[in-house]
């Protein structure tokens, strides 16, 4: 947690015309929706307005089509404005993973090459590093972060897994299961010094850090619209720079495979692009609402108040302390140390998941490291003091239970 907790919990953000802001949603409200950082949460403006479009597409596929490369290319111009980069740099791709499989994909074959991971890494984007590794013929080498480690630490870490052999680097800016940075930028001044390729996962960092990108050191960074900024699922964006950038293809050939980077990306068959051109409205309702910046504020300190009460509430049932130290923490995100027994894998965290949104009707994000279980708390601007107050009231007593008695 931060050092300048708020001593009470931050007031609730409101709509102008006095409402909610979760009315700005359509979110069940049969549920308490605490897991914003998985799949996001669409506002109902960028909803209709990707209804709009459908609609339009729908009435007359056959002038949508044609029409819709230069769209795309003006939503990426909106898109690159909002992250800061230039729209030269930016293509559209469905997620962060994608991005990271459009890398993959198009790196030179280096015989032998390794690849430089850390045990942070989300599942699937190192996996696909793997795969990269065995067509090389070479293998994955995993920097061991502790959960505590400073930025000088991680750097280290990370580091010292780097060497003659190393035909890559991929690194997360925000973690996924642990909820923490790791020192991108560094690393990424390394990597260039080396003459190595770097791709940076920033699947969490749009709308949570202010400027994902700034005087980026790395070659390339892929992040999703559909997490914090809350654009409509399937809209995520690959940024590339300098020359590797032209290497660069969509995962599925079409007829722009002849255009330049990032054009080639904007003519994808009959794939529904909606969520592309729907974006900008999901970033414009937040903006022109409340303003990033105090949105984020706004997230950061309701996260400090969420992982304090429920910290708490888990302390009183254990005994245990459960404040978690992430060496390098970020706005809007936590983690709160579970009782023992429960979560300690990736399998175990998913099925609690699933068992809290079941039977407790909460939607939560439970996550593992090194063998240790967590919920992590991500905040947005429909939360309220009033949502983690539920859980540590209602829900901690029962995962309590679950623990004591095997789940």
Known sequence: ????????????????????????????PALRHLNHGSFGAVP?????????????????PVVWFPTLPPRLAAARRELAEFLRVDAGDLALVPNASAGASVVYAALTPRPGGEIVVTDHGYGAVTMGGERLARRWGGRVRTARVPLDADAEQAYEAVVAEIGEATGLIVVDQITSATARRLPVEAIGEEARRRGIPMLVDGAHAPGLLATPLADAPYDFWTGNLHKWGCAPRGTAALVARGPQRDLLYPLIDSWGAQDPYPDRFDQQGTIDATSYLAAPTALALVEHTWGWDA?????????????????????????????????????????????????????EADALRDRVARELDVEAAFTSFAGTGYWRLSAHVYNTAAD???????CVPVLGEWARFGG
């Open 44 to 60: 109902l403006a960028a909803q209709e307005r990707q209804q709009e479009l459908r609609a339009e597409m729908e009435r007359s």
């Open 295 to 347: 949105a984020r504020r706004y997230m950061d300190d309701l996260a400090d108040h969420g992982a304090r009460v429920v910290g708490a509430a888990f302390a009183e049932l254990t005994g245990e302390d459960s404040r978690v130290d992430v060496g390098m923490p970020v706005p809007g995100m936590r983690l709160v140390r579970l009782p023992g027994g429960l979560g300690r894998t990736r399998v």
């Open 1 to 28: 947690m931060s050092e300048t907790e708020p001593a009470t919990a931050p007031t609730p953000l409101l709509l102008p015309d006095g409402r909610p802001a979760a009315e700005a949603w359509s979110l069940d």
């Open 388 to 394: 983690y107050e539920y859980f540590a009231e209602k």
